[in-house]
């Protein structure tokens, strides 16, 4: 049962044929068991996730028919959940007891989705392998010597391990669809503005957008219609009715023009993804797609220019973690300064305290010109390649990545794991919806088809990736997990 | 361009971070690359380009005047590390 | 030498919002420490800010107010700096898009002339909190009730030449607030705060020396004092050949001086960048018409419709156009005694010593419109004259019952009986005969004195006019 999507575990619940709380325990289970080897989970709420299992089913029985009243979900630990530790994976903020809930959150609750626990993750989202985790690295369910991607990867290994039945996720320059694709599943970034940003800790807010990791496109439609919306706590949330996003899936691909981004096979693509991505390409064009070559000509651009918008707005976002009013502070300060420095130095990582340094540096005095002006305007080339793209084609499809997931510890080069995100940082900073759906895995790793959309175009992005997976298996495939006492 | 130890001291300075000796030269050679990365930008002629500060093209909405939220004092202050009296507790302010 | 003294204000108005400018927290004074402070204001992670419209209306107001050009486009940016009072390690402010732009105001000098002092610009940021400096174990405490309130920060061009300038720019900048009614702008309670920037050069010289910033001043007096205290360090430190040193320093009212604040030397990089939580505030024409349609009339036209109305002087209507409140209450008076001339000279006078003397505000007047209205009514009606109105005024002060039942029950009334009169004439010219004779001989100037000595007889309640025809009268 625990293997099923949600669609079918929703189906599932409406046939009475199994309850929530069967479900629940079931996936409960499997964390105990596998947990400790992938290292999912930050914080798991058993006795709470039973509690609202046990009120969806009575909900169920009083006739509630929500599509995901009782379905097990995983939040990122980078949504602020009331009453439940929210560390955004750092020491700052280990002892963290939100008192509040992530808008995010507060709509699944709603929805009558079932909160498993909350999911390990890079530190404050920095990283794309998920070994900056204050609570240790998270491990690919398909061969656990290797990362998971990041920076969302405890929900992309909860989802491929079947530690859950569906997670949340953020994505500031890839960070759900760069580990959907490590780990095989379906991965959706929403266009900017979206989704609301409120309770979700920021990294970067011009970047940073909430989106579902789950076991298929279909998947993603069903939490998309709780998770998408207007929201007036977010002031930079768009005031644009949401669409009913399982209601085109079924939709026709034939006439649909597909792009591929000359600069997204081009020198650095690893041969064997490429020949997957290809192939996948072809599936399109036997359901009636055109396929086109198209440029992107400043996408070379893209991870300079998110190099310093990023940290930027990082930097700032990350000051109010000075020690006075929640989380870590230093033991014994001598002073102001030292408290400040010392509550810092200690409470983040290496990686986090990296990318506050470029980017104080980047604002500073006599920089500012150089390096935040200057990316500001590569960013609206960025944006202008797609949108004289988006006359042409409807959906742009590449790789999610130049090859498949790494071992733990191989990138120990920062500009190295940066480049990590070639394929995946312009769309965030165009704003733009894309998706990461499993095609053809190489030598037993899977690897993951990115398409991307025009602002707003979440439906018909759905739309596509659905109907891929309904002609293919790709998506079924599940790891064997090896090494520990896995089933 | 080379980052060197004094840069990293002075913007460290800026972000209140602490640096030890071991930790600036080490610090100092990571962000030397990652600027060569940044520094890959500065290639393209951007004259005349509008800055994009963010991707939505959309105005800022208004909130209307009113008190919405409640005194939670007590609950919001079990999660600092020192209070009293109401207070958040900081070591001296020196103005 | 002779030096020229230049001085720029920046003033910080707490606009009086029900609720603060980026979170729906409650703004009131004197709060319960951070019982006001809620998840926003404290920064906890995850939150987010939205833009208080009361807020921007009150800054567009005010701009509209000074003839300032409107920022249609205006930008949010984030101030870094770390304190522990601001919970975000950033102040959200506006640095290059302000909401309001260039302006300017009309300040009356001593002499009487005027003087148009420029408005550089008006932008909005948020408080900080407070620190407090009681000792807790050798710790400071952190009050953040204030984070987040509204603030306009209105900034002068360096066209002041006084500290006088200074003051009389600054009451004119609190007439016109109190007049829009955008803030409470009281210094006292630091709804009003001021920091002036102060240079002195060579009279004659074009270029600005270097300047000094003096901050904490909470006072107009102390802008006056503080700012005299400064040009006189400044020209001391440079005629003793020495530099002046750019720098911040701090007012001690205690000690009247400036002294450098040496915790603000470590050298700031606020790294000022837009804020991206905040999108463009775009007003339209629509908008702005409509928040100049509730603009009030402001001080210098009430000022020039008090003269042309009320036929006030100059100065008379400029002293009660001052405070808006004042400006309301002279207006009720003159409309209920039916007299302007009149109500401009007791509430300049009477009544503005008399609030003076017990350090009060028109608005506790122990003696309110209606009743000093009645009051000059009852001189205009003979019921009591010009003098006994003094006796009742200070009546009024402690007994708050009507002027009339006053009058009555302390037996002020005027004497206008002719027969009563008489008799007090009659009396003066016996008791008088040598004035008598040389008013019969011509000498016009003795009148006054008999008038006088029959008011004395009637301990002041006779009615002038009647006493001094009767006298003529009876003389003749």
Redesign the interface.
């Known amino acids: 049962m625990i293997e099923k999507t949600a669609a079918e575990l929703s189906a599932s619940l409406a046939a009475r044929e199994v309850s929530s709380e069967e479900l629940t325990r079931a996936y409960l289970d499997r964390i105990s068991s596998l947990n400790e080897q992938l290292n999912a989970y930050i914080t798991v709420c058993a006795e709470s996730a039973l509690e609202q299992a046990r009120s969806a089913d009575e909900k169920r029985a009083a006739g509630d028919s929500s599509p995901l009243l009782g379905v097990p979900i995983a939040h990122k630990d980078i ?2 959940t009331n009453g439940v530790t ?1 560390t ?1 994976g750092s020491r700052m ?1 280990h002892n ?1 007891v ?3 809930d ?1 808008t995010v959150v507060e709509n699944f609750n709603k929805a009558g989705a079932v909160l498993l626990g909350k999911t390990n993750m890079d530190e404050f989202a920095m990283g794309s392998s998920n070994e900056t985790s204050y609570f240790g690295p998270v491990r690919n369910p398909w061969d656990t010597k290797r990362v998971p991607g990041g920076s969302s990867g405890g929900s992309a290994a909860a989802v491929a391990a079947d530690l859950c039945a569906m997670a949340t996720g953020t994505d500031t320059g890839g960070s759900i669809r760069q580990p959907a694709a490590f780990s095989g599943i379906t991965g959706f970034k929403p266009s900017y503005g979206r989704v609301s ?6 990294f ?3 970047l940073d957008q909430a989106g579902p990791i789950c076991k298929s496109a279909e998947d993603a439609a069903l939490m998309m219609n709780v998770m998408a919306g207007h929201d ?5 949330c768009a005031n644009i009715p949401a669409d009913d996003y399982t209601a085109g899936l079924e939709n026709s691909l034939s006439g649909l023009r597909i792009g591929i981004p000359k600069q997204h096979f081009a020198e650095g693509l690893s041969a064997d993804v490429e020949q997957s991505i290809r192939d996948a390409l072809s599936e399109f064009e036997k359901l009636g797609a055109t396929i086109k070559e198209i440029e992107l000509p400043n996408n070379h651009l893209s991870v300079s220019a998110y190099y310093v918008v990023a940290p ?2 990082a ?2 976002n ?3 973690y ?1 020690g ?3 989380g870590y502070r230093c033991e014994d300060p001598v002073d ?1 300064e030292d408290m ?1 420095k010392r509550t810092r130095s200690e409470g983040f990582g290496d990686e986090v305290k990296r990318r506050i340094m470029v980017g ?1 540096y980047a ?3 006599g920089f ?1 010109d150089a390096y ?1 002006r200057k990316a500001q305007k590569v960013r609206r080339l960025i944006k202008n390649d797609f949108d004289l793209a988006f006359k042409d084609v409807d959906v742009v499809i590449g790789p999610t990545s130049p090859h498949t997931a790494f071992e733990l510890g191989a990138k120990s080069d920062p500009v190295a794991m940066y480049l990590e995100d070639i394929y995946t940082i312009a769309v965030n900073l165009a704003g733009l919806p894309g998706i990461s759906i499993p095609v053809a895995p190489v030598a037993g790793l899977p690897v993951g088809m990115h398409i991307v959309g025009d602002v707003f175009a979440e439906s018909k992005l759905l739309n596509v990736a659905h109907q891929f997976q309904k002609h293919t298996d790709w998506h079924k495939l599940k790891p064997v997990i090896t090494g520990g006492e896995a089933s | 361009m080379a980052f060197d130890k004094s840069e990293v001291e002075k913007v460290a ?2 972000a ?1 971070l602490h640096m030890s000796e071991a930790e600036t030269a080490e610090v100092a050679s990571r962000i030397t690359d990652i600027l060569a990365l940044i520094d890959q930008m500065q290639s393209i002629d951007t004259d005349g380009v509008e800055p994009l ?2 991707p ?1 093209d ?16 007590d609950e ?2 079990t999660l600092a590390p ?1 209070t ?12 | 030498m002779e030096w020229e003294t230049v001085i720029g204000l920046e003033v910080h108005v707490q606009l009086s ?3 603060k400018l980026f ?4 703004t009131a004074f004197g709060a ?9 204001d ?15 209306k009150r800054a567009v107001k005010f701009g509209l107010a000074i003839g300032a050009e409107i920022g249609k486009h205006s930008v949010f940016d ?1 101030k ?1 700096y ?3 009072d601001l ?4 102040q959200v402010s506006q640095l290059d898009f302000p909401t309001v732009g260039k302006g300017s105001l009309t300040i009356t000098l001593e002499d009487g002339s005027e003087k148009v002092i420029g408005v550089t610009r008006a932008h909005m940021e948020e408080d900080a909190g407070k ?3 009681e000792d ?1 174990h ?7 009730n204030r984070a987040g309130t509204p603030l306009l920060e209105i900034v002068s061009e360096p066209d002041l030449r006084s500290a006088r300038e200074a003051v009389a720019y600054l009451k004119k900048l609190h007439s016109i607030i109190r007049y829009l009614d955008i803030s409470d702008a009281i210094m006292a309670q630091g709804s009003m705060r001021c920091d002036a920037n102060v240079s002195i050069r060579p009279k004659g010289q074009k270029e600005f020396g270097t300047r000094t910033e003096i901050k904490n001043i909470n006072s107009f007096r102390f802008v006056e004092k503080a700012i005299n205290y400064e040009v006189q360090r400044q020209q001391d430190v440079i005629e003793d050949g020495g530099e002046i040193v750019q720098e911040t320093r ?1 007012y001690d009212a205690d000690r009247d001086e400036t002294r450098s ?1 040496r ?1 603000k030397e ?1 050298a700031n ?1 606020y ?4 804020e ?7 007003l339209d024409d629509a908008f702005i018409e409509s928040v100049r349609a509730e603009l009030p009339e402001l001080p210098d036209a009430r000022k020039e419709r008090f003269i042309r109305d009320y036929e006030l002087s100059e100065y008379d209507a400029g002293v009660l156009t001052s405070e808006r409140e004042m400006a309301d209450y002279f207006e009720a008076v003159a409309k209920h005694s039916g007299d302007a001339k009149l109500a401009a000279n007791w509430v300049s006078g009477d009544l503005l010593a008399l609030l003076n003397k017990n350090n009060m505000e028109i608005v506790d007047s122990p003696i309110d419109a209606g009743r000093l209205g009645t009051l000059i009514a009852r001189i205009k009606d003979d019921t009591i004259s010009g003098k006994i109105a003094k006796t009742v005024f200070e009546a009024m002060i402690e007994d708050s019952s009507g002027v009339d039942e006053i009058i009555e029950s302390k037996g002020l009334k005027q004497v206008t009986d002719s027969g009563e009169i008489e008799q007090l004439v009659d009396q003066v010219i016996a008791n008088n005969p040598d004035q008598v004779q040389q008013f019969r001989d011509g000498k016009e100037q003795v009148l006054g004195f008999l008038v006088g000595q029959a008011m004395k007889l009637s301990q002041g309640k006779a009615n002038p006019a009647i006493v001094n025809e009767l006298l003529r009268k009876k003389m003749a």
């Open positions: 949504f602020c929210t955004c903020l963290f939100a008192p509040y992530a940003r409120w309770g979700m800790i920021a970067a807010s011009s007036p706590k977010d002031s930079t930027a707005e930097s700032a990350l000051s109010r000075d006075v009013r929640y102001l400040y104080t604002l500073s005095a500012y935040y | 300075q800026l209140r500060a963010h939505l959309v105005t800022q909405p208004l909130r209307e005047d009113k008190v919405t939220e409640i005194d939670r004092r919001l202050q020192a009293e009296d109401g207070l958040y507790l900081v070591p001296k302010v020196i103005e | 919002t029900e609720s979170s729906g927290s409650a319960e420490p951070n019982t006001q402070a809620n998840i926003y404290l920064a906890l992670p995850g939150v987010l800010p939205v833009l208080n419209k009361e807020a921007v984030r870094n770390f304190y522990p919970p975000k390690g950033y620190s407090l400096h807790f050798g710790m400071s405490g952190i009050d953040l701090l604040m915790s470590v990089d790294r000022y960048f837009p991206p939580d905040l999108l463009p505030i775009e």
